[in-house]
């Protein structure tokens, strides 16, 4: 439907549905979005803009329309992954994650040799300059190489390095200059310069897979760290008397979390935890999820997943995960006892502000793109939008 008024030049109008705005919940909303796949206007009462001959109207009574969600970390799903360095793996990659919230993301490496990330760099730019068929991508999200071995999680210890300005900026140049996220660990050696030269190239810069101790967290901050990864995994611990990047991320208002809130990567109560103390316009819920995503439980390369658990084959770490955006949006919903409107900014507007996209990404309001969901009382999705054109529709969806 979205992709016919497009190719007709049509307006869409959407009625009578409950959306959520920056601004709160608007019941009985009409939302117009234009030809260009922007939000035209958004009202409570009758916009007056209903002609048959300039715009397909939706009547969607009952229904609600979402901020479509904004998914920083992720790595695959549905059997395809970023390192595939294939146009059709960043593709099903889109397609298989804009079923299930996804409208943008950012493709996500992982720490490899040097020629497989600029293979992997290459591959999504030229994605996004062909354009997929589900989610946006809005860039990269470099994970590693420049990490610390003794959080290195499922990432491959032999390829773990310390950086140079010389790979920095071949990556930057591989990528078009299109990573917009960066995951390194500043306390070491050359980390603190690397944190100043990926932060001078407007690139936002992660404090992950870290040992680093509170105070070198402070430091880094200083140099241009405002964001961890997956926060509690891969990261010294909190401790009382060295709180470590745990109890730094807690602390310091100058730092964004990521969390995996998938009952596994953190537990319930501790998700709870931080959503208390660093409030959802301070989070930012990730998938983090790998190849396996969506399939069935069993063994996929080095990896095994049992009951949606991913662990590498030894069982020492978890290796990713299953979730996708939604269910982290239900999780966090049922972990913390939060309404939907309090949770929504950590998988909207947070992750749009975090990768500067949010003039343009995050909220239903005029001027940005029509990135939203259709989802019915059960917060099922019933239909996905990227730009005011339809990417996924359930058979539910009539």
């Known amino acids: 439907m979205g992709a016919e008024y497009m190719r007709n030049e049509l307006y869409s109008l959407w009625k009578n549905a409950k959306l959520y705005t920056p601004q709160g919940v608007i019941n009985g909303a009409m939302m117009l979005v234009?030809?260009?796949?922007?939000?035209?206007?958004?009202?409570?009462?009758?916009?007056?803009?209903?002609?048959?001959?300039?715009?397909?109207?939706?009547?969607?009574?009952?229904?609600?329309?979402?901020?479509?969600?904004?998914?920083?970390h992720v790595h695959g799903g549905n059997g395809f992954n970023v390192m595939d360095a294939d146009y059709r793996s960043i593709d099903e990659i889109s397609r298989f994650h804009a079923a299930h919230g996804t409208t943008s993301f950012l493709a996500t490496t992982e720490t490899a040799s040097k020629d497989a990330i600029t293979e992997a760099l290459t591959c999504v730019t030229r994605a996004m300059e062909t354009g997929v068929s589900?989610?946006?991508?809005?860039?990269?999200?470099?994970?590693?190489?420049?990490?610390?071995?003794?959080?290195?999680?499922?990432?491959?210890?032999?390829?773990?390095?310390?950086?140079?300005?010389?790979?920095?900026e071949h990556y930057l140049e591989a990528s078009k200059n299109l990573i917009r996220l960066v995951t390194l660990a500043p306390e070491i050696s050359g980390g603190m310069e690397a944190v100043q030269n990926f932060?001078?190239?407007?690139?936002?810069?992660?404090?992950?897979?870290?040992?680093?101790?509170?105070?070198?967290v402070v430091e880094a901050i200083g140099y241009g760290v405002s964001h961890t990864t997956h926060h509690f995994n891969g990261m010294s611990p909190f401790h009382h008397r060295d709180p470590g990047v745990s109890g730094a991320g807690l602390m310091l208002q100058e730092l964004t979390t990521e969390l995996i809130a998938d009952g596994i990567h953190v537990h319930p109560a501790t998700v709870k935890l931080l959503f208390e103390v660093k409030s959802s316009r301070n989070i930012c819920l990730i998938t983090d999820a790998v190849t396996c995503c969506g399939l069935p439980d069993g063994e996929y390369g080095k990896?095994?997943?049992?009951?949606?658990?991913?662990?590498?084959?030894?069982?020492?770490?978890?290796?990713?995960?299953?979730?996708?955006?939604?269910?982290?949006?239900?999780?966090?919903?049922?972990?913390?006892?939060?309404?939907?409107?309090?949770i929504l900014p950590s998988l909207t507007e947070v992750p749009a502000r975090q990768i500067g996209v949010d003039h343009r990404k995050g909220t239903l309001e005029p001027g940005k793109d029509a990135d939203f969901l259709v989802i019915d009382e059960n917060m099922h999705i019933l239909a996905t939008y990227v730009k005011g054109i339809e990417v996924y529709r359930s058979p539910n969806f009539n």
């Open 34 to 72: 234009n030809p260009n796949g922007t939000i035209q206007s958004v009202e409570q009462l009758e916009l007056g803009f209903t002609s048959e001959n300039s715009a397909q109207v939706i009547n969607v009574s009952g229904l609600t329309l979402l901020p479509g969600f904004i998914d920083i």
């Open 134 to 168: 589900g989610a946006e991508i809005l860039g990269v999200h470099l994970e590693g190489p420049f990490l610390n071995a003794k959080r290195r999680g499922a990432q491959n210890e032999k390829e773990i390095r310390t950086p140079s300005v010389n790979e920095l």
């Open 199 to 216: 932060y001078s190239r407007g690139v936002t810069v992660s404090a992950g897979h870290t040992d680093a101790t509170y105070e070198q």
């Open 303 to 342: 990896i095994r997943m049992t009951n949606g658990q991913i662990y590498l084959k030894d069982g020492n770490s978890l290796a990713g995960s299953s979730l996708t955006t939604m269910q982290a949006l239900k999780n966090a919903i049922q972990f913390t006892g939060c309404p939907l409107e309090q």
